[in-house]
């Protein structure tokens, strides 16, 4: 028969290592405690920023300066638009098929060895989605089947 003392011990030892666990526990909560504070406060701060820009007067309020960025929608040509409104991507394919290179028309594989550009089948597919989307707004034209070169008279 056990003797009470052992029994005491073993006892013992199983709730200090409960109390061991609970501590691990308790740090690891108090952690993920900390950070959704601060997830919290960075929220409250984000709505009150926003809340102060929604108040100001429109007229505090600068007017957005438009320029072309990457990924920037392809606008419709329209009397004087220069391609400098393009995103710079579209302004390169633009300037190649100006170019006299380009005013008998290129294929859109010509036209990826003209923008430096790798003549792999990814590459002439975007290439080709872009020139067509060019002509669908106005600023190129498709001379014949894959063949695309600019206007030859500026949309004025």
Request: charge should be neutral.
């Amino acid at each position: 028969m056990p003797s009470v003392l052992g029994l005491l011990e073993a006892r013992e030892k199983r709730v200090r290592e409960e109390v061991a666990r609970l501590w691990e526990e308790a740090e690891r909560v108090q952690a993920a405690l900390g950070e959704a504070e601060r997830a919290l406060q960075r929220l409250v701060d984000a709505r009150a920023t926003v809340s102060e820009v929604l108040a100001e007067t429109p007229s505090a309020v600068a007017e957005p300066v438009p320029s072309a960025v990457a990924g920037s929608p392809v606008p419709r040509r329209a009397g004087g638009m220069a391609a400098s409104v393009l995103a710079p991507d579209y302004q390169r394919i633009v300037s190649v098929l100006e170019s006299e290179a380009g005013r008998e028309g290129m294929r859109c594989q010509q036209l990826a060895v003209a923008l430096g550009l790798e003549a792999i089948p990814a590459k002439v597919e975007g290439l080709r989605s872009k020139a067509k989307r060019l002509v669908e707004r106005g600023w190129a034209l498709q001379v014949r089947p894959g063949v695309f070169t600019a206007l030859a008279v500026p949309a004025v």
